[in-house]
């Protein structure tokens, strides 16, 4: 039907199907995929290319308007940070919303996504992505976080909740990851993404008053010694929630909702640990003398219950560059604008005490307060 056809005669049909959506009136004489490297194993050279990240399939077509040549692009998990399906469809968007752009490109005709049942779907028209999700009944947790900081008692039902958050975590990270290299792309991440420690630094504005840039670099280039510490650990990796802090927590009474898992759902325990915990002392900051039988009792709840019910004596050891990651966003000037120059201070100092040190003490939770 198709000429040369090197692709499964099924996707094929769907593939030609679909190209003659786009191009009426035309008829499709050839589909074949296409290799990284044309060159064969007999004649390749140092400058063989091994590794590609696409499975790009040629399609030949006569119409109307003559012979047209195209090429329909999709791309495989690996471990250069397209583990992720999301990681994945970024790279054909961006393809899409670029190659108009650039003088000489070869140009964008189509751009969309498999469906499960292997038909195709175009998003050629599509604006911004969109998740639809389920409405939970609760309050945020940062409320209760507010409460106990103001009034400097901490009720049962604090306590208890406390606990449920310590548990739920140790229930989340009861589960191995996917595979080492994703430990490996989460620590990574940890400093290079746009919303983790170096994305957080770049966003301080110079005049920052308190905050120089100088301290900006000297806890940058700590975490940077973090992740040379860190990366090799992979064992470490479990199912994490990825952004759990008060404002994705809610409770409903006792019933526990969790909104809003992020970064790949997976990498070290310690990150949802620090994220939470972090949040103990940062509601403080505004109460301190409220500390001891209000927050404190809370902060020292969560980490006996945490570190009692899971097995991860490494986890005090891990957690400093989370540490540093969550308290550069509760010391922005840009996330929370309202923070007095010696709260920022005081964030900023904790920070550097951990990423000091080979391994974290809760203790110095309170001493952070004083």
Known sequence: MFGRMSVPSSSATTLAEHVLRLYPGSTVTRICALGADES???????TSKGLGYGRPVRVD???PQGRRRLVFHTARPDDFGHDRRSDRAQAMLLLWDCAARIPFHTRAVDVGALRSDGDLLS???????YVVTEWCDGLPYAEDLRRVAASGQSTA????????????????????GSHPAAYTRAIRDLLGHGEAIFGLVDS????????????????EEACLRWRWRLRGQTTRLRRTHGDFHPFNILFDGETLHLLDTSRGAEGDPADDVACLSINYLFFGLEHRKYWRDGLGRLWERFW????????DPGILSAV???FAWRGLVLASPLWYPHLTEDDRRRVLAFVERVLNAERFDPAWG???ML
């Open 204 to 219: 301080y504005p110079i005049d920052t008053p308190g905050i120089s840039p100088d301290e900006l670099r000297r806890i």
């Open 123 to 129: 998003l050629a028209d599509a604006g911004e992505f």
């Open 61 to 63: 077509l006569d119409g």
């Open 320 to 322: 400093a560059p989370y």
């Open 366 to 368: 309170p001493e952070a």
């Open 157 to 176: 039902l604090d306590l208890r909740r406390a606990e449920a958050l310590a548990r739920a975590l140790v229930e989340i990270h009861s589960v191995p």
């Open 304 to 311: 006996q219950v945490y570190l009692d019910e899971r097995d």
């Open 40 to 46: 064969s194993e007999e004649s390749s050279t140092e």
